[in-house]
C-alpha cells in the first residue's frame, strides 16, 4: 500500500537466540535508518 | 432471479408455521429506489413484505451477530460465505440457522446506474436479463450484465455454499474470470505511486464507517477507531488518519473476506473500498489456496500452521 520496502520487519527468534536478535536488530535499525524519517506518516503541522 | 420470492415466502411461512425459527431475516422493499433493506418477519402474516431483486446487495450474515434465537436467514452466495465464516469464528451456532440459499446472478451497482441518468431515476423494474429505467418519462433498457456490481460480474461463488432449503435451481458458476486484474496493476507500481494511488483513492473519505458497518466481519465490541484508551486512530479527517483506519481495517478482514461488496455498496462517496480487501483476498489464495467461507471444517489460514506455510517474509 505505500509503506517502503524495508520499514517493516518480520522475524522469528527465540528466547534462546541473544545473539540472532542483536543481529537483527542492528541489521533493522541499519536500514530504517538509511531510509531517513518516515514522513509519510507524520501528520502535517496545524495551521491555526 | 425475480421468480425466488415466491418460493422464498413459502418457505418462510413453512419454517415460522412449523416453529422451526423465531424470525426470517431477509429483504423488504427501501423507501429509495435501488435500495432493499434488511428486515426481521416474525409473523407469517407479515411474509408478504420479503421481496427479492437485483438491489439485495447487502450482506445478511452482518445481522447474525450474537443471535440467540432460532434463525431463518436469506442467503446469496456471499451471504452464505459470510454465514461459514461466522460458524467457524463462534458469532453463530450453526444448529441456530435455517438457511435459505438464493442462488444468485449479481446485484446491481446502484451508483454506476445512477449515474447513467442526470435528470433523475423515476421508476426502475428489471426482469431476468434486463433493466428498465424510467428517467422523466423516457425508458432505457439497461442489460443487466453491463450494469452489475464489480463484485458481482468477477462472482465464482455465485450460489450458497451453506444451505437447508433452495430458493430456486443452482446457477452455472462462472469460469476463467480474472478476478484480480485490479491487484496486479497497483501492484506494479512503485511503492511512492502506490502511496499516491490510495491517497487519491480514500481522499473523499468523511470517515463515518460506514463499510465498517456493513461489513459482516467487523463485530468487535469496541472497534479499534472508537477505542479512546489509547487511541490507535485519530478521529479526524486527517489523511493519515483516514488511512490508518483504511490500512488496519483492510488487515482486520484477511482470510475473513468474501468480497461480498458490502462496503462499496455502503460508501456514501463512493471511494472502492474493495481495492484493500482484494489484495489480501488475492494473497490468501495465492500463499495459502485458501477463500473464505467455502467450508466450515477448515481453519483459516491465519489460525493455523501448515509446514508448507510461505516463510520468506522472515529473516
Same mark, same amino acid.
Given at each position: ?37 518516515? =514522513? =509519510? ?8 | ?13 413453512? %419454517? ?66 459470510? +454465514? ?39 421508476? +426502475? ?6 433493466? $428498465? ?8 433498457? %439497461? ?14 461463488? $455465485? ?120 489484495? %489480501? ?35
Amino acid at each position: 500500500m505505500g509503506v517502503e520496502p524495508g520499514r517493516l520487519s518480520f522475524s522469528w527468534i527465540s528466547s534462546a537466540e541473544s545473539t540472532k536478535f542483536v543481529n537483527v536488530v542492528k541489521d533493522v535499525t541499519a536500514t530504517v535508518k538509511a531510509l531517513g524519517p518516515n =514522513n =509519510n506518516f507524520k501528520k502535517a503541522a496545524k495551521v491555526a | 432471479m425475480l421468480g425466488y420470492i415466491d418460493k422464498i415466502r413459502e418457505i418462510s411461512k413453512r %419454517l415460522l408455521d412449523e416453529g422451526r425459527v423465531d424470525m426470517i431475516i431477509g429483504f423488504r422493499k427501501g423507501t429509495i429506489l435501488m435500495m432493499n433493506e434488511p428486515c426481521f418477519v416474525k409473523n407469517s402474516g407479515e411474509l408478504s413484505t420479503l421481496v427479492w431483486d437485483s438491489n439485495c446487495g447487502i450482506n445478511l450474515a452482518n445481522y447474525l451477530t450474537d443471535r440467540k434465537e432460532k434463525i431463518g436467514i436469506v442467503a446469496k452466495g456471499c451471504d452464505s460465505r459470510n +454465514i461459514v465464516t461466522h460458524i467457524i469464528e463462534n458469532k453463530i451456532k450453526r444448529e441456530k440457522l435455517v438457511i435459505i440459499g438464493v442462488p444468485c446472478k449479481g446485484m446491481l451497482d446502484k451508483r454506476k446506474v445512477a449515474g447513467m441518468f442526470e435528470n433523475g431515476i423515476d421508476d +426502475i423494474r428489471e426482469d431476468d436479463n434486463v433493466v $428498465r429505467v424510467k428517467s422523466r418519462g423516457v425508458e432505457t433498457s %439497461l442489460n443487466k450484465s453491463d450494469v452489475l456490481q464489480e463484485n458481482c460480474a468477477l462472482c465464482i461463488h $455465485r450460489n450458497p455454499v451453506i444451505y437447508d432449503e433452495l430458493a430456486g435451481p443452482l446457477v452455472e458458476e462462472k469460469k476463467d474470470v480474472d478476478r484480480y486484474a485490479d491487484v496486479r496493476r497497483i501492484e506494479a507500481m512503485t511503492a511512492q505511486e502506490k502511496w499516491e494511488y490510495f491517497k487519491d483513492l480514500i481522499s473523499p473519505c468523511i470517515r463515518c464507517y460506514a463499510c465498517r458497518n456493513a461489513c459482516p466481519l467487523c463485530y468487535c465490541p469496541t472497534c479499534f477507531v472508537d477505542e479512546s484508551r489509547p487511541q490507535w486512530c485519530g478521529k479526524s479527517q486527517d489523511e493519515i488518519d483516514t488511512r490508518t483506519f483504511h490500512f488496519l481495517r483492510a488487515y482486520h478482514c484477511a482470510g475473513r473476506c468474501t468480497d461480498c461488496g458490502a462496503c462499496e455498496r455502503a460508501c456514501p462517496v463512493g471511494i472502492k473500498v474493495r481495492q484493500f480487501t482484494s489484495k %489480501l483476498n488475492k494473497d490468501c489464495l495465492d500463499m495459502f489456496g485458501w477463500e473464505a467461507g467455502v467450508s466450515p471444517d477448515e481453519r483459516p489460514p491465519l489460525d493455523t500452521f501448515k509446514p508448507g506455510d510461505p516463510g520468506d517474509f522472515i529473516k
